[in-house]
């Protein structure tokens, strides 16, 4: 069964909590804190396989977890970090977190961190210093992001077929592949994109079959969007029209317009065939072309048939030049936007934040109810690794508030000591002995 889309949930592993522990030997009754680090979380990582061509396993196991990290322990033995899950999706799969892509897997191998593993907290030994040589301070693990990912599927194929319900689209597809859709004489015989590999004069040319369009395709109709986004990234265009179509000019027409409402499809280099064409009048086929031609006067049309061979070699070379053309130029399209960011990293400046942009790194929010919504990507980290249940770890919290200026803006906005301050999903309150 092909499914081209799927949600999935993914939860990253937990980072490990530090120890809080001391040395304890004969003869050594001072030894000093040795609390370990806690392990790193296992992170949720996705790779291209060729070998892999649908995402139906998702379908059936909708959430993905990677391992925890292991607490650290005495004698400053670090925990194991979690083992990273790498889950093998199709090649063209895009993995997306609400509108924002996080990955494009467009060739074989390639590998994407989605969710990020929460880092192991620190023990106490990390924490000793010539003032402090007792800490009783250790971090608990970050958690691990969770959230669901929407996965889409775009087949990547050199030539992709397009044409109306029925065009031959099949037809063609088998009898230069080894592929083996279904066909048969009515419209939408083809409910899913099916793939198949044509060789000719040793090249082979990847080429997918898409679903019959209609009008109307690039606002959802019919199948519509779910199977345009198909040929997006082929190379090349094959439309195909029945040479039995009543006007073959208005059938070009109608796909021509819903690729160019889709996206910039109609810029991608386009071959057209008109199918059917055994035992056909050469004065219908003439006739067809030049519809054909009014609409598109520098197209290049074959008369074609699957079935009976029929100019069928003259059209696979045809496509494997179109496809050269336009896989060179992508090539150098990428390499030039290589060179560009390569260049534009050189000459990047080192910047310094005065005070103004560093009080940027974290805002005070003061809400209806009286508490306090701290929020910055530094100050949360902190947070997220302080153990509320540990009074020492606490204060040490309370302390790099202080450091950052925060403390000063909370009361300025009014706060009090009794005042609940959440940052990262943790409240506390302010105390007297700040």
Known sequence: MFVDTAKVKLQAGKGGNGAVSFRREIYIPKGGPDGGDGGKGGSIIFRADKDTNTLLDFRFNPELTAEDGKNGSGQRSAGHSGKDLIVEVPVGTIVRREDVVLA????????????????????????????????????VGEPGEAFEATLELKLIADIGLVGLPNAGKSTFLASVSNARPEIADYPFTTLTPQLGVATIDGQDILIADIPGLIEGAADGRGLGHDFLRHVDRTAVLLHLIDVYNDDAGEAYRVIR??????SNLAARPEVIALTKCEGVDPE?????KAAILEVNPGAQVFAIS???????????????????QARNVESKSTAEEDIETKVADQVIPTITLGAEQLSKAWHVEKREDGTFLVTGPKIEKFARRTDLDNYASVNRLRDIMKKLGIRAELTTQGAEPDSIIEIAGKQFTLVEDW
């Open 257 to 262: 317009h819903e690729l160019e409402r889709y």
């Open 104 to 139: 494009d897997l467009a060739t074989d191998g390639e590998e994407a961190i989605i969710a990020k593993g929460g880092d192991g907290g620190f023990g106490n030994a990390h924490f000793k210093s010539s003032t402090r040589q007792a800490p009783l301070i250790a971090e």
């Open 306 to 324: 699957a079935v009976a061979g029929q100019r069928i070699k003259e059209l696979l070379r045809t496509l494997a030049d179109y496809k050269h």
């Open 284 to 288: 219908i086929i003439a006739m067809q």
